[in-house]
């Protein structure tokens, strides 16, 4: 069972909807992180949070809005998607950022398709 | 810059076979080096990691020592099982980075 929550499991929407992605993780970790995964490629990184502040951006489309409520819980916002960006969202989190000893811990993703 | 290199899959083994996959790395400094697995319809799961030279990172009988005279951290396994089966991704992160650097994955499938 994996330690960090991700819903919902699967998400179909259209190029005009807004939907969210949620993600709650209770380890007391102060470093979250939204990953995009194609099929058969590795997770590529999107947004970084420490200490519930945004630390990294990498260059991803305004039309992905990040939030983090609390320490606790990380959301992604999404809206005017296009078809490219179906693919398996992962949330991440670590106790910090930084220590290169601190492994991060994912989540199942939210397997989002765009019509 | 930091990367990591895996073996290309798609790796075929039969149960209780042998298994190694080769994974090297290019980084300063000293990185540390994870081994993560991704099986069907799943996130990923830290399956080992090593933080200095010479460290063996072990977890459910897999094995991958950090080597920095190679710049390698090989997973491998005595014998594996059909559970095994699953995407292996190796990944390096610099002390002071947010970033996971991870190689592109290698598919292991275990047939019966």
């Known amino acids: 069972d994996t330690e960090v929550t991700q819903t919902p499991k699967h998400l179909v929407m259209g190029m005009t909807n807004k939907k969210s992605l949620k993600c709650e993780q209770h380890m007391g970790h102060r470093a979250m992180y939204w990953y995009k995964q194609k099929a058969k490629k590795p997770p590529e990184l999107m947004f970084v949070?420490?200490?519930?502040?945004?630390?990294i951006n990498e260059s991803v489309p305004s039309r992905f809005s990040p939030e983090c409520p609390n320490s606790s819980l990380l959301n992604l916002h999404l809206h005017a998607l296009q078809p490219e960006d179906s693919a398996l969202y992962l949330c991440a989190s670590s106790q910090v950022v930084g220590l290169d000893n601190q492994p991060q811990h994912f989540g199942d993703g939210t397997r989002l398709s765009i019509l | 810059g930091n990367s990591v290199t895996q073996m290309e899959g798609p790796v075929t083994l039969s149960e209780e076979a042998f298994l190694t996959i080769n994974c090297t790395y290019t980084?300063?400094?000293?990185?540390?080096l994870f081994w993560y697995v991704q099986y069907p319809g799943e996130g990923l799961q830290l399956l080992l990691k090593?933080?200095?030279?010479?460290d063996k990172g072990s977890n459910k009988g897999f094995e991958a020592t950090y080597r920095k005279e190679t710049t390698s951290f090989h997973l491998e396994k005595g014998s594996v099982q059909v559970s095994d089966s699953a995407v292996y991704f190796c990944?390096?992160?610099?002390?002071?980075?947010?970033?996971?650097?991870f190689g592109k994955g290698t598919k292991l499938t275990v047939n019966p």
């Open positions: 949070y420490s200490y519930e502040k945004l630390s």
């Open positions: 090593a933080t200095k030279a010479d």
């Open positions: 980084a300063t400094g000293y990185p540390s």
């Open positions: 990944a390096l992160k610099r002390d002071g980075s947010e970033k996971l650097v």
